[in-house]
């Protein structure tokens, strides 16, 4: 069996964060796109963790970057999921399109 | 199976089981699994008498890192580390694990009349992350692996931030964000702390093995073991003394400051926060007000004392450098935390805020004991936790049951409740005056060993003595807001809008007269209930970080 | 006699309450009214009163003094806990002290439970009658215990445990009629300023379990008098606080919680409001002997003071008695007159054990209890019988109609005033206790370089002295205590020879190490001797006051004398206190204290004076005090009765004329007010800083952080969305003409088109870097992973 290089873990990063963009593109829910978000930030903490690894083993930088973002990315779903569930509270859909009555 | 791993996951299994029984069963699969767990808790006390193997007849141990009912097993492994399942017990964790499945118990009791709630929607929902907490709270105490300890830490969170947020008062959200926020604020530099202290640890290792040119190293307090990576097994990062002299040495840099003392503060916040402390006290006094009585007992009782627990387990055995180098600052948060908690405690209006206050006040000794590193402020902070874990959860009910009948909390409204409720009003004063720490009550036991072991530091410090002065001079304001307190609830005429109310029930009563005993039977005789069990290994812990010291200077 | 025969029974006698109290805790309702008062009549002081009688009189008439002092170092100590690693022992400190202290506490309390069960009867309470009745004695159990606890403790943790107890029992029945206001103000005050002198108390103990490394009483002393004899320890350091050294503020610190307890200026405040209690409860804990207990402290740790402590302690003392006798005077409640005067007594005790007039001031206590306890049983009758009429100027001419009231309180007003025959040994108590008191003082202040050479004059036998008991012959049994009393002796005369520039080549190297420790012991200043004098004029003066307007002359309120009644269940109790007041007794407790000065105070005073009353310059003083003194309370009694003789009207003449004295005096130097002022409100507007500091401060930097974070979001959202909002409303089309339009075009407000938008300005960015060449590509890559 072949070993792992970086390259592996780039390419898997790389899907990752096609994948979320894609959703992000595609979806009009609410949730769909914060699902999304989270795929991107993951990949980018795939990436900074394989980098870490491979060009900086002893050096904890990428790591610790990426604890930042785990870190980030749980404050920002949780002030999402609020967001969505005051959404749905005023206007009964979660629908990001239909939202419209902050619109001046 | 470690009977301490039933412990843990009985509550778990009760909680699935409240899912699937009938809706009117819930409540008594819930007590019926806390009772189940505070039994099998309190076969641990065989334990000290009989203990097993290599420390029998010494109860918990001459030796920091003596543990029983050990139990551990690899969970997550790679090459270079492994996260073990490790659970086990010693003279500190004791009586907090028994101390958390008693009031988990008394606090499920005093769920029974979910029915009569306000908001009285979802009990299954509620018994069972009402278990859920259970376990995240035990699991706390025994597990001795940091990894472990953390998920156990985090799982406790997100049902106390449901209880708070679904079944709290009228600012109930906003109470259980500012609760989450505050102790997730805190968790993440644990996390760091958690990961650092992996990776130096294992740089310590790799760099005596090379310096010896041996394969591993011998363990710190495991007989015949040798490791050759890093650990979060926090027996060893306290005890092993490669990784501790790596740790203290003063070359050793995180991000360019000195490791132990930086590593210290970070664990120390995360644990502060839940303490609490000023000024990071802040959510303690809304969470409270907005949770409901048995969650507030659960808050009070336990979650607090996982700050002190924090402080004993993780700060000052692993970092006693740092704890050295942070001392002044800890003291004196810990005298304001005193002091201020209570005087702010007696410019409340709300009975619960009050209470409420009166624990930052009371949590402040735990901090001002432990600060100064000696026997004796240690065992202190130790009664002064479990001492403070019976009478602020018997506070608690207490003020709850009044709620209950008059539907505010205003202290200036009330008046003569013990002549409408005398069985009432003869608990409340015993619970009261525990808090205010009237001797022959556990909570006087604590202060004045809090109070006699930073005397008794001066040697080392020389500010502890003005220390344990304005400390003692916190004695003096206690007693005022206390019994001001019950001059205007229990004292004085009775009032009119009280007169219907109905004496403290059988159920109430049984719930408060174990707690009013315990407060009694600790005061009287510290040693036999607490101070038997845990001294031995405070003394070890000491000793250990006695050593550390003196390798550091 | 089995083995710790006297502290079993003891320990028995502490227990017994306990169980009543139980009893009466959880069954008291139930056993009714007279029921559950006998309950405690019997098991709460009954079978202590039976064992301290028991032990009184095997201990003092069946054992000689070397079997006393042999049991007293045995006594039985049982390990409690451990504070760090020094054990802490629970255990009978077992002296004549003890002994004498615990009959009296015993006897005295068991009369008063008796006249409970009258009082109570009497009290007819409109809500929940049974339970509060069955709650008072349920209290008074309690604080038998603790009480008696406290005399026997031989730990300061112990004394300082039941001390706390104590107090709270005080507390719980100062505001025993807790639906009165007052009384439940009345208690917090107590309990309070009470807490505010343990906080001395608990520095003291810090001090001392810190410095001296044990809480054991005997131990401190031994450790501390050889620190003392050293130089080591406490006596090491170099801290000094108004001039005062650190062991000076360890005796200071452990003197507070006597202030706060015995009420001594300034802390005095709470116990003339303690009157709000039950009249019994003021007898047995106000007037007899739990106020005693400061005094009981002190006397304690006497062997812990230094002399810069002591006359600390005599100031205080001093100031108290005067000031608190003089307020006396124009009080008109009958029950605040009393308090003051318990003031002013208790000031004495503390005045006396400042001079070092141990024996005396002990004496004094046991004497005090015996009179003070009947006078407060008396003015409960009185109160009782006149339907609760505090008020004396609305009494007079009650001898009639309570004859019995009339005549014991007059024992207690003759046994206050000091009243004896002097040069004889006739008299009741307070005439030897308290003219002992002032014969060490006048020797303090006069005669105190003499006395210091007389024991120049033969060197030897001021060592003679420090070890052997002047009245007994008893050597002492510990040797480190022996030494540093001698030493301390030696060094006294030394310091008193060089004053008279005689030689003193004979003090070793160790009296010379000691003498620069303690210094000498100054003498006592003059104007306290004279106010002390000055005082036992007025004491009897107030007292026949008290006495006269209540019982004698003609009735001033006729409603209040036709009520006028005497309870009959009351008398035994009068009767029994009145008969020990009488005999109270030089015979029996000055002999017990005595033998326990021989241990329990090793400090040098109390060797050079009070120890050996009859050396000459002691005696000289007594004799010539007693026709001073003595022949005070009838001058007064003489003063008060041309006053008072007719009526009100001369008084308030003389309150006229003294317009501003009486104003003064009337409200009690505005002690209350200034402390309301400075405390209370003090205390509060700190909270109410606090609460805001919290709340507007603190609170708002968290909610600050959370409201800005907000706004953020909220800002770019708004500006997001109105642009957006154009671009939606006015359509992509009617606005694409000019720039504007141009670029709302790309505001759709959509989340999609703006990935979309960000996507493809990344693509052509990451094209436009690699099409710049591959090498310039790769380390941009490179450096963005670092």
């Known amino acids: ?104 | 199976m470690s009977i301490l791993t039933w412990i843990v996951f009985v509550p778990m299994l009760g909680a699935l089981l409240c899912m699937v029984v009938p809706r009117r069963q819930i409540r008594t699969v819930a007590v019926a699994a806390s009772l189940v767990t505070f039994l099998l808790s309190l076969s641990l006390f065989a334990t000290f008498f009989n203990p097993a193997g290599e420390t029998s007849g010494e109860g918990f141990g001459s030796r920091y890192g003596m543990l029983q009912h050990v139990q551990r097993a690899t969970w997550i492994e790679s090459k270079s580390f492994a996260i073990e399942y490790f659970v086990g017990m010693d003279g500190l964790s004791f009586p907090l694990i028994v101390l958390t499945t008693l009031i988990s118990l008394l606090s499920c009791l005093a769920s029974w009349n979910f029915d009569k709630w306000a908001i009285n929607k979802g009990p299954r929902a509620y018994f069972a992350l009402f278990l859920l907490l259970e376990t995240g709270m035990l699991g706390v105490f025994v597990s001795l692996d940091f990894f472990l300890f953390y998920i156990f830490w985090e799982v406790m969170l997100l049902p106390m931030y449901f209880l708070i947020g679904a079944w709290g008062g009228p600012r109930r959200e906003y109470a259980a964000i500012k609760f989450f926020l505050f102790t997730l604020a805190g968790s993440v530099l644990m996390l760091v702390a958690l990961v650092a202290m992996y990776f130096y640890s294992d740089q310590a290792i790799t760099a005596e093995m090379a310096r010896q040119g041996i394969e591993g190293v011998a363990s710190g307090y495991r007989e015949g073991v040798i490791i050759s990576h890093g650990t979060f097994d926090l027996m060893e990062l306290a005890t092993n003394p490669a990784i501790q002299n790596h740790f203290a040495a003063s070359s050793t840099l995180f991000l360019g400051w000195r490791f132990a003392p930086l590593m210290f503060l970070f664990l120390f916040v995360g644990f502060a926060v839940k303490l609490p402390c000023v000024p990071v006290h802040t959510w303690l006094p809304d969470a409270h007000v907005e949770a409901p009585t048995p969650i507030s007992m659960i808050l009070a009782g336990v979650l607090l004392k996982m700050g002190g627990y924090g402080f004993l387990r993780l700060c000052y055995p692993i970092f006693p450098t740092g704890g050295m180098t942070w001392a002044f600052p800890v003291a004196v948060i810990g005298v304001v935390s005193i002091i201020y908690g209570a005087l702010c405690a007696m410019a409340q209006t709300d009975f619960k805020r009050l209470v409420a206050y009166s624990s930052v006040s009371h949590m402040g000794y735990v901090m001002l004991g432990i600060a100064v590193m000696t026997d004796t402020g240690f065992q202190g902070a130790l009664f002064q936790m479990i001492a403070h874990g019976i009478s602020s959860p018997m506070c608690f009910f207490l003020v709850g049951m009044v709620y209950e009948r008059a539907h505010h909390r205003e202290i200036n409204r009330f008046g003569g409740l013990w002549l409408t409720m005398p069985r009432y009003g003869t608990l409340a004063t015993i619970g009261f005056f525990a808090s205010l720490g009237l001797p022959g009550l556990c909570g006087f036991i604590g202060e004045v060993w809090v109070l006699l072991g930073v005397f008794a530091a001066a040697e080392k410090f020389t500010w502890a003595i003005p220390m344990a002065i304005l400390a003692a001079a916190g004695v003096v304001l206690t007693a005022g807001y206390i019994l001001w307190l019950i001059r205007r609830v229990y004292l004085g005429k009775e009032r009119e809008e009280h007169a219907g109310f109905p004496d403290a029930s059988g159920r109430e009563t049984f719930i408060l007269v174990p707690m009013a005993l315990l407060c009694i039977a600790l005061g009287v005789f510290p040693m036999q209930t607490v101070f038997i069990f845990t001294n031995g290994t405070l003394d070890a812990m000491l000793a250990q970080m006695a050593r550390v010291i003196g390798m550091g200077s | ?786």
């Open chain 1, 1 to 104: 069996m072949a070993t792992i290089s970086l390259n592996h873990y780039l390419i898997v990063g790389a899907v990752l964060f096609c994948t979320g963009l894609f959703t992000m593109m595609t979806k009009r829910n609410a949730i769909g796109i914060l699902i999304g978000v989270e795929l991107v930030l993951n990949s980018v903490n795939v990436n900074l963790i394989a980098f870490d690894r491979y060009l900086g083993p002893n050096r904890m930088d990428g790591q610790l970057m990426a604890l930042f973002v785990i870190v980030l990315a749980a404050a920002e779903a949780a002030l999402a999921v609020g967001i969505c569930i005051n959404l749905y509270k005023n206007v009964a859909t979660v629908d990001v399109d239909r939202a419209t009555s902050l619109r001046g």
């Open chain 3, 1 to 786: 006699m089995g083995e710790h025969f006297y502290e079993i029974l003891l320990a028995l006698g502490v227990l017994s309450p306990m169980v009543s109290f139980w009893i009466l805790v959880f069954a008291g309702p139930k056993l009714g009214k007279p029921t559950a008062g006998w309950t405690a009549v019997v098991l709460g002081m009954g079978v202590p009163l039976a064992l301290a009688t028991w032990v009184l009189i095997s201990w003092w008439w069946g054992e000689d003094s070397v079997s006393r002092a042999a049991l007293t170092e045995n006594a039985f100590r049982f390990h409690w806990a451990d504070i760090g690693s020094v054990p802490i022992t629970l255990g009978v400190k077992l002296d004549s002290l003890t002994v004498a202290m615990y009959f009296m506490v015993t006897f005295v309390a068991f009369w008063i439970f008796v006249f409970s069960i009258g009082y109570m009867s009497g009290h007819s309470d409109e809500v929940d009658g049974q339970s509060k009745y069955s709650r008072f004695f349920a209290y008074l159990s309690l604080f038998a215990f603790s009480m008696l606890g406290l005399v026997i403790s031989s730990n300061l943790l112990f004394l300082f445990i039941f001390w706390e107890l104590v107090g709270l029992c005080s507390y719980l029945l100062i505001g025993f009629y807790f639906d009165k206001a007052y009384a439940s103000a009345a208690a917090i005050k107590a309990f309070v300023t009470n807490r505010v002198g343990d906080f001395g108390f608990l520095i003291g103990l810090m001090l001392v379990f810190y410095q001296l490394g044990t809480l054991d009483l005997d131990q401190a002393a031994a450790v501390f008098a050889e620190q003392a004899a050293t130089g080591s320890g406490i006596f090491s350091s170099d801290f000094s606080l108004f001039g005062w050294s650190l062991a000076t503020v360890m005796g200071v610190g452990l003197f507070c919680g006597a202030m706060g307890k015995s009420a001594q200026f300034p802390l005095h405040v709470w116990l003339p409001d303690a009157m709000a209690g039950p009249t019994p409860v003021s007898a047995l804990i106000h007037a007899a002997t739990m106020v005693a207990a400061g005094v009981y402290l002190v006397a304690r740790v006497f062997r812990l003071m230094t002399p810069d402590a002591l006359m600390f302690i005599a100031l205080i003392g001093c100031l108290t008695l005067t000031l608190m006798a003089l307020v006396a005077i124009v009080q008109v409640d009958i029950k605040k007159c009393l308090a003051y005067s318990t003031l002013s007594q208790l000031g004495y005790m503390i005045f006396g054990l400042g001079c070092g007039a141990w024996i005396a001031a002990l004496f004094h206590l046991m004497t005090h209890a015996f009179f003070k306890a009947m006078l407060f049983l008396c003015s409960g009758q009185v109160i009782e019988g006149c339907h609760h009429e505090q008020d004396m100027r609305k009494m007079g001419g009650l001898r009639k109609k309570m004859p019995v009231t009339c005549w014991t309180f007059f024992v207690g007003v003759l046994a206050i005033s000091g009243a004896g025959i002097a040069g004889t040994t006739i008299g009741l108590g307070g005439f030897f206790s308290k003219d002992e008191i002032l014969a060490v003082a006048y020797v303090r202040a006069f005669e105190w370089d003499d006395a210091g050479k007389h024991e120049v004059h033969d060197g030897d036998a001021a060592h003679a002295l420090g070890s052997t008991h002047p009245v007994t012959g008893v050597r002492l049994v510990s040797d480190p205590v022996q030494n540093a009393h001698g030493g301390f002796a030696r060094a006294e005369a030394r310091g008193a020879a060089n004053a008279h520039g005689e030689d003193t080549q004979h003090v070793g190297h160790d009296d010379s190490a000691r003498a620069s420790i303690f210094g000498t012991i100054p003498a006592l200043p003059k104007w306290m001797f004279y106010l002390a004098l000055f005082t036992a004029y007025v004491t009897p003066f107030y007292m026949m006051r008290c006495w006269w307007m209540t019982f004698m002359g003609k009735p001033r309120d006729e409603n209040v004398y036709r009520h006028a009644h005497e309870s009959k269940l009351m008398y035994v109790p009068l009767a029994v206190l009145a008969v020990g007041t009488l005999l109270a007794s030089y015979f029996l407790f000055r002999p017990l204290i005595a033998d326990a000065a021989t241990a329990a105070t090793a400090a040098p005073l109390v060797l050079a004076l009070d120890g050996h009353e009859h050396t000459a310059a002691i005696g000289a003083a007594h004799r010539f005090l007693t026709f001073g003194v003595g022949g005070a309370f009838i001058i007064a009694f003489l003063a008060a009765i041309a006053i008072y003789r007719r009526g009100l009207e001369t008084p308030e003449r003389i309150r006229r004329a003294l317009a501003p004295l009486h104003l003064v005096l009337v409200h009690k130097y505005f002690f209350d007010e200034v402390y309301d002022v400075i405390w209370v409100k003090g205390c509060l507007l700190l909270a109410k800083v606090a609460r805001f500091i919290d709340t507007w401060i603190v609170d708002s930097i968290f909610d600050m952080l959370a409201a800005a974070t907000e706004r953020i979001a909220a800002f770019s959202g708004l500006i997001l969305d109105k642009h957006g909002v154009d671009g939606v409303v006015n359509g992509v089309a009617r606005s694409s003409t000019d720039f504007a339009g141009f670029i709302r075009r790309w505001q759709t407000g959509r989340i999609r088109h703006y990935v979309i938008f960000a996507t493809g300005v990344a693509t052509v960015v990451f094209l436009w870097i690699w099409l710049a060449g591959a090498s310039n590509a790769d380390a941009a890559v490179v450096s963005a992973g670092m």
